[in-house]
């Protein structure tokens, strides 16, 4: 579609894969444009926010900020393929976002929750939905770096059943298998279902390093908002700090959103529900005397 210049809205749940297809789309997008591919994220970005992000992609004005009548006008020569990450408005923004960018074709990707496009929109509409059983078994053998076990295997297809094949639920798993082998120096049997409470999540935390634990209490405090690392070591009180978020982001648990990371859907409730956010009042209150500082 976005060959033949059409524009697609992709809509899954969290966890669905859509930034990993927007990633597949993007590497085969290259020489499609001839202002090549731009990624923009719309994590809390409005349609103005994501208007700047293009045009300071493809112009050079690293001390200006164009006004209004200014960025309508470079918009308006730009001919690439912009995918937009995480998208959350619709309506006229979204219809004003594409009427400013006639050359562009656009790969835009929403949760359901955010409304269906206006019909004048001319966006192309694709549902993702969860992988087969026997995808996610590949998934999660490929990941995990060995066969499972049979009772890996039979745990992995409750799995599959109560998560209808969300890519992350697996992602998670095999994190957890991974870790539990590295504990043990040999294959390990789950001792705990991540389909009940306390979940994957919880499980995962407890084989991270302190410092890494930290950050994520740290983020339940901040509404699933990560720190910046170059601030973990400070807070934390460890000069390795720095590197929990790169160790949070392998065993997902931590995602990135634009130019900041957070907390992967459903990670915070499963952490609150585990303890970790009983201290979040007090934690919030370091992290404003820190920054004030």
Known sequence: MLTRGRSVRLTAPSGAGRSALLDAVADGCGDLAPDGVIRLSGYHR?????????????FRMPTHRPDRAELLELARDIGAVVIVDDIEFDGPPLDDFLDATPECAFLISATPEVSAPSPGAYLEEVA????????CMELLGRLVRRPPTDEEAAWAADLWFESEGLPLRFVQAAALLRGRDQAAGRPAEPAADPTAEPGPAALLADLVSAPARETLRYALALGGECLHPAHLPALIGDPRADAAIAELIGCWLVTPAGDHYRLVTGVAAQLTAAGFADDAA???LTVAQHYAW
Do not use: I
């Open 46 to 58: 409005t349609s103005t926010d994501l208007l700047h992000g293009l045009c300071a992609a493809v």
């Open 128 to 135: 993702l939905g969860g992988l087969s059983r026997a995808a």
């Open 282 to 284: 007090a934690r919030a």
